[in-house]
Nanobody, 127 residues
């Protein structure tokens, strides 16, 4: 069973950058696409970006396109989220999780298609 621990959150000014890390433990990391999600106060959890097992294919939500990028290091069992040009509406708790689909291709950004959620890391964008 995979388990995830997110880190790297904090307070950043609008226009700034942060890099989040998602460290995995357990089996099957190399066989799962991994996604990043955000939950803003009072809102549903939103899928942002995911990466396939190969580290080549990605899938990005329109709200973060051209600002957020994802990468993975299978040897370190870690997935990174680089966030640039941050906006106040990017504020929320950021989570990572593994895609249920066995192919590991990053088919979906729907939170219902993911499992093994971490506890999240808080990101606050404010001046």
């Amino acid at each position: 069973q995979l388990q995830f621990v997110e880190s790297g959150g904090g307070l950043v000014q609008p226009g700034g950058s942060l890099r989040l890390a998602c460290a995995a433990s357990g089996f099957n990391f190399d066989y799962n696409a991994i996604g990043w999600f955000r939950q803003a106060p009072g809102k549903d959890r939103e899928g942002l970006i995911c990466i396939a097992v190969t580290g080549i294919n990605t899938n990005t939500a329109g709200s973060v396109l051209d600002r957020f990028t994802i990468s993975r290091n299978n040897g370190e069992k870690t997935v990174y989220l680089q966030m640039n040009s941050l906006k106040p509406e990017d504020t929320g708790v950021y989570y990572c999780a593994a895609e249920k689909a066995a192919e590991g291709m990053c088919y979906s950004l729907d939170p219902a298609d993911y499992y093994s959620w971490g506890r999240g890391t808080q990101v606050t964008v404010a001046s």
